[in-house]
C-alpha cells in the first residue's frame, strides 16, 4: 500500500501540493482528478522521485520513499507511464520495452514479460522493429504502459494516458488499465478526462491548486454534484 | 598528384586524430548540451603525461599510464566541476568549462615551467619511417586512420548493442524519462566522460608523436579543429563528428600541399561558416530539440 501523508512540494517558489494526504490499497485503480495546474502531476513526480518533497511522507509498504533515488523506486516496485507518453522516438518499440526493464537481470522472464506486453497490446508485437517515433499516438501511448510494465511493477502510475487520443483509443487504453489491475498490478491514474477515469476508479480524489478537497469512491463522485458541475460539465 | 600525395596521406591521419578528439565533444554535447571547453586541454595533459613516462618507465607500462590518468582526469572534472551544476543554467556550466580549461593549462604551467616538452620517439615502433608509393612518412600516419575506424566501429557497437549503450542513447534523448526507467544519469554522464577521455588521449598519442614538443597550449588548435569537425557534421552525432574531421583533416592538408600553408587554419573557419549557412545543423545533424 502507498500512503502520502501531509506531502508539501515547492516548484521555483510555488507551493505545488500543500499538504495532501492519499491512500493506494494493494490492487485498487485510485484515480487523482483536477484541473490544469492543480498539482496531479506534481504527485505522481514526487512519488516516482523525480521531484523533490519539501516536507510529509511517502510511505511504500511501509518504507519512506521520500529521499530515495529514482532507481530504487523503481526496483522497489514502482513504475511510471510519464505525461505526453514520453517514449524513445529514435528506438525500436522493441529496445524501448527492453530499456524498461533496464535494472532488471533475468534475461530469461524479461524476455517473457515482453510476450506478455505483446499479448496485451498486438499493434506493439506488429510494429517491434518500427521506430517508436513514427508510431501514432495510441500506440505511442501502449508502448509507453508496456515499457512501464517491463520493470514488473506492483504500483503503476499513468499520467494524462488519455491526453490527444480519439475516444475510441481512449476507450482502449482504459480497458487495458482495467485488464492490467484484473492481473494484480496496482495503479495510480491522474487524469483530465474525469469521467472516464471515475468510471474505473475504486477510490478517486480530486485535486485543487494543491490541497485534496474531495474523495471517495468512483462511483459515488460521478454521481457527486459538485464534481460533476466542475469536471464533467453539468449534463455530462 | 604525386607531389599531393604525401598531403593526403597526411590528412587521412590528421583527420583520425580530429576525429578521436571531436568524439569527446559531440558525445558530452549529445548529453549535456555542452561545449567541454576544457576537452583540448585533457588531450594536451594526455601529450604531457605521454611525454613524462615515456621517458621514464618501459613503454608497455607507459602507454597504459597515459590512457589510465587522462580518463582520470576527464572523469574528476565532470564530478567536480559539471555534477555540482546539473540544475544550473546551461551559461553556468559553459563558463566552468572554461574556468577547468584554463586552471589546467595553469597547472600544466606549473609543473613544466612553461617549457614545452620535447617529444623524442616516444612510442618507437609507430615512429619508424617507412616508404609508400614513393612518399617518405611515420608509420604513425598509415596507422592513424585504421586504428581510428577501428576505435569509432568499436564505439559505435558499444552504443547500439550493450545496455550502457542503450541508457546513453536514452539519457541522450530525455533525461527525466531515461531516470524513470532507474537508469542513473550521473554514471551515464561519467562514461561519456570516460570515452570521452580515452579516445582524446589515444588520439594525443599519435599526434604527438609528429610534432617535436607539447606546449601548455598545444590543446587549443587541435582541440578547436575537432570541435569544428563535430559542429561540422552535426553536433551530437557520432558518424557527423567522424566524417567532419576527415574532411576537415584533408582540406587542411590540401591546401598545406598547395602551397598556401599560411591559410590552412583559416581556411578550416571558413568551411564552417559556409556549411552553416546552408546547413545549420552539420552534415549529419539532427533537428535541435531542446529538453523539457
Not at chain 1, 19 to 35: N, R
Not at chain 2, 37 to 43: L, P, R
Not at chain 2, 103 to 108: E, T, V
Not at chain 2, 139 to 160: D, E, G, H, Q, W
Request: aromatic share 8%; glycine share 10%; proline share 4%.
Amino acid at each position: 500500500m502507498l500512503k502520502i501523508e501531509n506531502l508539501h512540494v515547492a516548484y521555483g517558489g510555488i507551493q505545488a501540493l500543500r499538504g495532501i494526504s492519499l491512500e493506494v490499497p494493494d490492487g485498487k485503480i485510485v484515480t487523482l482528478i483536477g484541473a490544469n495546474g492543480a498539482g496531479k502531476s506534481t504527485t505522481l513526480r514526487t512519488i516516482s522521485g523525480l521531484v523533490k518533497a519539501a516536507s510529509g511522507s511517502i510511505s511504500w509498504n511501509g518504507e519512506e520513499l521520500l529521499g530515495k533515488p529514482i532507481d530504487k523506486i523503481v526496483t522497489s516496485g514502482i513504475a511510471m507511464s510519464p505525461e505526453g507518453r514520453r517514449v524513445f522516438p529514435d528506438m525500436t518499440v522493441l529496445e524501448n520495452l527492453k530499456i524498461g526493464a533496464y535494472l532488471r537481470k533475468d534475461k530469461a522472464e524479461i524476455e517473457k514479460d515482453i510476450q506478455w506486453v505483446y499479448s496485451l497490446f498486438p499493434r506493439l508485437e506488429e510494429r517491434h522493429w518500427q521506430l517508436a517515433g513514427t508510431l501514432s499516438g495510441g500506440e505511442q501511448q501502449m508502448l509507453a504502459v508496456g515499457r512501464a510494465l517491463m520493470s514488473r511493477p506492483k504500483l503503476m502510475m499513468l499520467d494524462e494516458p488519455s491526453l490527444g487520443l480519439a475516444p475510441l483509443v481512449v476507450q482502449d487504453i482504459f480497458s487495458i488499465i482495467r485488464e492490467i489491475n484484473r492481473q494484480g498490478v496496482t495503479v495510480l491514474l491522474v487524469e483530465q478526462n474525469a469521467n472516464m477515469a471515475l468510471k474505473i476508479a475504486d477510490q478517486a480524489y480530486v485535486l485543487e491548486t494543491g490541497n485534496i478537497t474531495m474523495s471517495g469512491t468512483g462511483a459515488e463522485l460521478l454521481v457527486n454534484e459538485k464534481v460533476r458541475e466542475a469536471y464533467l460539465g453539468k449534463n455530462g | 598528384m604525386q607531389e599531393l600525395f604525401p598531403y593526403l596521406l597526411n590528412g587521412v591521419s590528421v583527420g583520425g586524430q580530429y576525429a578521436l578528439i571531436a568524439i569527446g565533444y559531440t558525445l558530452v554535447y549529445g548529453i549535456l548540451r555542452l561545449i567541454n571547453f576544457a576537452h583540448g586541454d585533457v588531450f594536451m595533459v594526455a601529450g604531457l603525461v605521454m611525454v613524462y613516462s615515456t621517458t621514464s618507465m618501459p613503454i608497455y607500462l607507459a602507454i597504459p599510464l597515459v590512457l589510465v590518468a587522462t580518463v582520470a582526469l576527464g572523469f574528476t572534472i565532470e564530478r567536480v566541476a559539471y555534477k555540482p551544476l546539473r540544475t544550473a543554467p546551461r551559461m553556468s556550466v559553459m563558463i566552468s568549462a572554461i574556468g577547468v580549461s584554463y586552471l589546467i593549462q595553469n597547472l600544466a604551467f606549473y609543473i613544466t615551467g612553461g617549457v614545452p616538452q620535447p617529444v623524442s620517439n616516444p612510442i618507437p615502433w609507430i615512429s619508424d619511417n617507412v616508404v609508400l608509393f614513393g612518399a617518405s612518412t611515420k608509420r604513425v600516419t598509415l596507422i592513424t586512420p585504421f586504428l581510428t575506424i577501428f576505435l569509432v566501429i568499436a564505439l559505435v557497437y558499444l552504443i547500439n548493442n550493450t545496455k550502457i549503450g542503450m541508457a546513453m542513447r536514452a539519457a541522450a534523448k530525455d533525461f527525466e524519462t531515461a531516470q524513470l526507467m532507474g537508469i542513473k544519469i550521473n554514471s551515464v554522464i561519467s562514461m561519456t566522460f570516460v570515452i570521452g577521455s580515452f579516445l582524446a588521449a589515444v588520439g594525443s598519442m599519435l599526434y604527438f608523436t609528429n610534432y617535436p614538443s607539447v606546449a601548455i597550449t598545444s590543446g587549443g588548435m587541435p582541440g578547436l579543429k575537432a570541435f569544428v569537425a563535430a559542429v561540422f557534421g552535426g553536433i551530437g552525432s557520432i558518424p557527423g563528428a567522424v566524417v567532419g574531421a576527415f574532411i576537415i583533416g584533408l582540406c587542411e592538408e590540401i591546401i598545406k600541399g598547395l602551397g598556401y600553408t599560411t591559410f590552412s587554419d583559416a581556411f578550416t573557419f571558413a568551411l564552417l561558416i559556409v556549411v552553416l549557412c546552408v546547413k545549420p545543423t552539420g552534415l549529419f545533424g539532427e533537428k535541435v530539440t531542446d529538453k523539457v
